[in-house]
């Protein structure tokens, strides 16, 4: 369809434009514009931005399908302006054979919403021994290889891991926990877990793993993206890394950008999360590692998970929260906090993202494919599950009003949400 | 409005009343708070040989399910053998008679009295229960939205005095 | 921040799940009122009527005998009828969910549930389910929180002690593992005990222990050092296969509490344990059986405490 979004804040970090405008969509990408378009959308008072991407969303299928599908949850990424999503390998059967990739891959696009990038697993089944066929995965779709939360208590098939995929040139991705440090803890070893009698997690399980990640890096040349940062010690760590210049990229979960261990309250399992929520301090060297860009961009780690896995004592709850739906106006918020302009906020869910995935997107150029969210930055939302589409409906944010509302999604020029 | 009786005097009065019916078996229990501090009075005047026995009916109250456990219950002491006794039980103010019916069951937990009389300083009527003094100091009427309470004063001397009743 | 669920917007106590949050007032109240209990403990007939045609249900999916039985008793002295459920516990076994268990109890009309469970917390989450009228009691969660043990330590070192102000606690052994411990510096830190010392070695202590209000020792014998009150904590087996610990008979060396060592507090120091007690690996049988011990009346006292929490929040 010819398309024309008229009268909109144009807003796209990765050219540095935030000016009034129009935008004009032709055969799925952004055109030159022209007369006589099949639709008119009024953007007054709303933001043009590219298409979010979300570099962490479960859509539990293949295996999880009673906690959500994959129609629901590009559903929710749609309706939270997310236009490209890279998926976990921790499905059932994990992603750990080109078949299930191509399936996955097929039936997504079959929804037609959403931009689904598959990570592969790393290890056969996630088992952290044997290396799975990275370079036919690759081939199948997969933009990078992960634990997703499974451990790697081996060092040495790590190091391997990481030497087969450096010769590939593809990218691993490790969220840094020592498996034994982090035996049987639920939450941020510290003063709360003390108070709350709760087996904690002590931040230098995060520390200890994350120097592993890093030394083999510079051992290997291996391209590592450390996920889901939930210390000030690996923000720093992180820091001195790309001083240095290794190959090394990092993102924060939205929910350790705006929380800390203090949230659990009195043991609420919507904030059973993995990492845990840690420190005070911890949160703030997150926030500003983020805005310094240490951090390159953040992610929702979307894990929608049911009642029955909820409705437990704390330390026996799934950890998980959803969250598509959240990244827009919890990146606002985060941004507002900091007093930082729009365009650095989007940046961090657009460009800086799209630089990860390693795919062309996150931009409002010419010829580039038309993913564009519409949004009001002003008109808030009451995070409830009546106003959640996602099947996944627990989430700490539970009651709050948030700004940043997306009005209109497109994907390759159809809209594919309008609200 | 009437003036209310000097409680001091309606104590000699009680004591003089009672005292041709004391005996070797006679033993006193005050209720907290108002009917202990006149049983303490009493005891004193009659030079009772058996030791006080102070009563705490929280415990057996009819209005649990309404009111909870809310005033600070004080510690029932009974220093003495409730078998066989001639308890005289003693309290400041009888209204409703719900008191006191708590009070005979507490009692008869902790033994079978041979017979109970009740001794009280002030009878305002409105029973709600077959319950009645032998032995009474004074009829008071009490106006509408008031209550009579007995309080003591630093020196100890006890007085009568008309409260507003506490909105609940 | 969310209103503490213990208490109702009255500010009355509803359910009782942990000493942590309790107003002074609230903690004074029962410790009263289980005062005037402990002179029905003492008289033939031992019953009263207040929780007459109430509905007390022990749900334990720990163990234990004797914690289960002191609640018993204490309902029955209050003349409830007492139903005790034993649901042993495996976190392999999917069987009915806490929350299934819960409404299913209630629909049989339950008005007292006492809950004892191995996951810090759980209470917290049954409390959040119940009907208005029903009322939780927790008799322990995980490593989290023990209130009614927390209150009868409470008692009792009022009982012989008379005044908080110018106590010093200390409570030796394995406090990371403890919800007795926790409850307990609740407690003293809510009374005003200006001094609560927690000794130990480093792998039994939890962090940010300090946190809490108290003063950590590694040195036993400088932890004890002119103390009134002495808290020895059970020593369980696990923690040796946990490497958190070498033997018992090391421990025992350098955490155990001898008639020697007990020198060192103040002359009427006493001595308490929650029990059951290690004779030879926490605490020597001297002093167990010896004059500081008040190890008996803790037993003693639990039951008026625990009549104490039950009336009160049941009215």
């Given amino acids: ?419 | 409005m009437a003036k209310l009786p000097e409680a001091e005097k309606l104590c000699e009065q009680l004591a003089a009343e009672l005292r041709p019916h004391i005996t070797p078996k006679t033993a006193m229990i005050g209720l907290y708070t108002g009917g202990a501090w006149l049983a303490e009075r009493l005891h004193k005047l009659l030079g009772l040989k058996t030791p006080l026995g102070l009563m705490d009916i929280a415990f057996y109250r009819d209005d649990y399910s309404a009111r909870g456990l809310k005033h600070d219950p004080k510690r029932t002491k009974i220093p003495f053998d409730v078998n066989g006794a001639e308890l005289l039980l003693v309290d400041d103010v009888l209204y409703s008679g719900r008191t006191v019916r708590a009070a005979m069951n507490e009692l008869f937990d902790y033994g079978r009295p041979e017979s109970i009389a009740l001794v009280v300083l002030a009878d305002r009527g409105g029973r709600q229960l077959p319950i009645c003094a032998q032995y009474c100091g004074a009829r008071v009427e009490v106006p509408a939205g008031q209550r009579l309470r007995l309080k003591r004063e630093a020196d100890g001397r006890l007085a009568l005095a008309l409260e507003p009743v506490r909105a609940a | 921040m969310q209103r503490n669920p213990q208490l109702n917007d009255k500010g009355e106590l509803q359910h009782l799940l942990s000493i942590e949050g309790l107003p002074r007032e609230i903690v004074v109240q029962i410790l009263d009122t289980a005062e005037s209990f402990v002179g029905v403990t003492e008289r033939e007939v031992k019953k009263v009527p207040l929780l007459r045609g109430k509905s007390v249900f022990n749900l334990f999916f720990e163990p234990s005998t004797r914690t289960r039985t002191t609640f018993e008793i204490a309902a029955k002295r209050l003349s409830a009828d007492v139903i005790n459920l034993n649901i042993a516990l495996s976190s392999q076994t999917k069987g009915e969910s806490l929350l299934d268990t819960v409404a299913n109890l209630s629909a049989m009309h339950a008005d007292i549930f006492v809950v004892r469970h191995a996951s810090s917390g759980a209470p917290f989450l049954i409390a959040r389910h119940v009907k208005p009228h029903e009322h939780v009691v927790n008799a322990g969660d995980g490593r989290h929180s023990h209130p009614t043990q927390g209150l009868l330590d409470l008692f009792t070192i009022r009982h012989y002690k008379k005044e908080f102000s110018g106590l010093t606690v200390a409570i030796v052994g394995d406090v990371l593992h403890s919800r007795v411990a926790r409850s307990l510096i609740h407690g003293l830190t809510t009374l005003g005990a200006p001094e609560v010392r927690v000794i130990g070695p480093q792998t039994l202590l939890p962090a940010g222990v300090e946190a809490l209000g108290v003063k950590v020792f590694r040195d036993m014998r400088e932890g004890l050092r002119d103390c009134d009150v002495v808290v020895m904590l059970r020593l369980q087996n696990e923690r040796m296969k946990g490497a958190l610990l070498p033997s018992a008979q090391e421990y025992f060396k350098h955490y155990g509490l001898t008639s020697e060592k007990l020198e060192l507090a103040k002359p009427d120091a006493i001595v308490m344990h929650p029990g059951p007690m290690n004779r030879g690996v926490e605490i020597d049988s001297s002093v167990a059986d010896g004059p500081h011990s008040v190890i008996l009346p803790q037993v003693t006292f639990g039951i008026a405490v625990r009549m104490a929490v039950m009336s009160i929040v049941a009215g």
């Fill in chain 1, 1 to 419: 369809m010819r398309l024309a979004i008229k009268n909109a804040r144009i807003i796209d970090p990765a050219s540095g434009r935030d000016s009034a405008g129009d935008l004009y969509i032709d055969g799925g990408k952004i055109s030159e514009e022209f007369s006589r378009p099949e639709r008119v959308i009024d953007a007054k008072g709303l933001v043009a931005a590219p298409g979010f991407i979300d570099l962490s969303a479960r859509l539990r299928e293949p295996g999880f399908e009673y906690k959500a599908t994959l129609e629901s949850e590009l559903e929710a990424a749609a309706a939270g302006g997310v236009t490209s999503l890279a998926c976990p390998p921790d499905t059932d059967p994990p992603l750990d054979e080109p078949g299930l990739v191509d399936m996955l891959r097929r039936r997504a696009s079959a929804q037609a919403r959403a931009r689904v990038y598959p990570v592969g697993a790393l290890t056969t089944k996630l088992e952290g021994e044997r290396l799975t066929e990275m370079a036919q995965l690759a081939d199948a779709g997969c933009v990078a290889f992960s634990q997703a939360n499974a451990p790697l208590a081996n060092t040495q098939v790590l190091w391997r891991a990481l030497q087969y995929a450096a010769t590939f040139r593809l990218p691993v991705w490790l969220r840094p926990e020592d498996a034994w440090l982090a035996k049987d803890g639920v939450a941020h070893d510290g003063e709360l877990a003390t108070r709350l009698g709760l087996p904690g997690i002590p931040a230098f399980a995060e520390t200890i793993a994350l120097a592993t990640i890093l030394e083999l890096v510079r051992a290997t040349g291996a391209r590592v993206h450390v996920c889901r940062l939930s210390t000030a010690g690996a923000v720093e760590m992180l820091r001195a890394a790309k001083r240095e210049g290794l190959p090394v990229t990092c993102d924060v979960a939205i929910h350790h950008l705006h929380l800390c261990d203090m949230d659990l309250g009195y043991f609420d399992s919507n904030c059973r999360l993995e990492p845990p929520l840690r420190s005070q301090r911890d949160r703030d060297a997150l926030a500003r590692g983020l805005e310094e860009g240490t951090i390159d961009c953040v992610c929702s780690d979307h894990t929608p998970v049911e009642d029955d896995g909820k409705h437990l004592p704390f330390a026996e709850a799934e950890p998980g929260a959803t969250g598509l739906e959240l990244l827009l106006p919890l990146t606002l918020k985060w941004a507002e906090a900091r007093k930082l302009p729009l365009s650095k906020a989007l940046a961090r869910i657009t460009s800086d993202a799209a630089r990860i995935l390693g795919v062309p997107a996150g931009r409002l150029a010419i010829g580039a494919p038309a993913d564009i969210a519409l949004f009001d930055p002003r008109a808030t939302l009451r995070v409830s599950p009546e106003n959640l589409k996602s099947q996944g409906k627990h989430t700490p944010f539970a009651g709050y009003e948030l700004a940043g509302r997306v009005r209109y999604t497109l994907v390759g020029g159809s809209v594919v949400y309008e609200g």
